[in-house]
Structure formats: C-alpha cells, structure tokens
C-alpha cells in the first residue's frame, strides 16, 4: 500500500476523522480530450453523446456507480489519455462493433494477450 500525506485546501468546512479516504477524480484537459475525439473515425465521433449502458461485473454491484453514460463522459472522465490502455481495453476495442478493419481488430486483440507483448511496448 503506497501511503502519503497530502495537503488541501478545500473552500467550505468539510467535517472528517483520522483514516478517511479522500477520492479525487481527475479530469483531462479539453485540450487533450480535442486531441483524441478527433482522431475517432468519423462513426465514432457521431456516438460522442449518445446514451451507453453499463452492465456491472455479475461478481460486483456497486448501486452507487451510474447505470449510463456518454462516450464524451468517458473521455473526459474515466480514460486516462496520457498513459497506456489496459489490456482489457485493447480487447474491448478489438470487437467488430468498435473497430470494423479486421487486420486492426487482429492487432488490437493480439495486443490484449501476453503473446502480444512485443507489439504492446512498441
């Protein structure tokens, strides 16, 4: 466990005790979010706001985390745009739905592997 002592400050008195947690949710920077939507495929880019479903893990159900969301949302707020993708994200943008050239579709799924793992630290 990686433990630091952080200082805030925070506007308003907020009420806490010894061993709270504190979440902090960043955001990417407009700037950044520009960057990647315009390198989306022009079908993806038409999705931007369109309402998505989020089915929860069978194992999990956290009733506080939002049942929909827009792919904007996710940009903004859940990708992290400056690091690596996860391999699980490599396989889910390996599905037909989302990348229709196959030869890519290939690549991205084989990258999600541990065979893979020459093309993924290219």
Known sequence: ???RHIKLSIP???SYKAGDVACILPQNPPSDISK???RL???LQSQLHRAIAIRPRRDKSDKSFPKTTTLSTL???VFDLHSHPEREDLHALSHPSVCRDDVQSSK???MSTSRGNALYVD
């Open 1 to 3: 466990q990686d433990v």
């Open 12 to 14: 308003s008195p907020i």
């Open 36 to 38: 990647f939507t315009h």
């Open 41 to 43: 495929s022009p079908q």
């Open 75 to 77: 940009i903004s707020d």
């Open 108 to 110: 991205l799924l084989e």
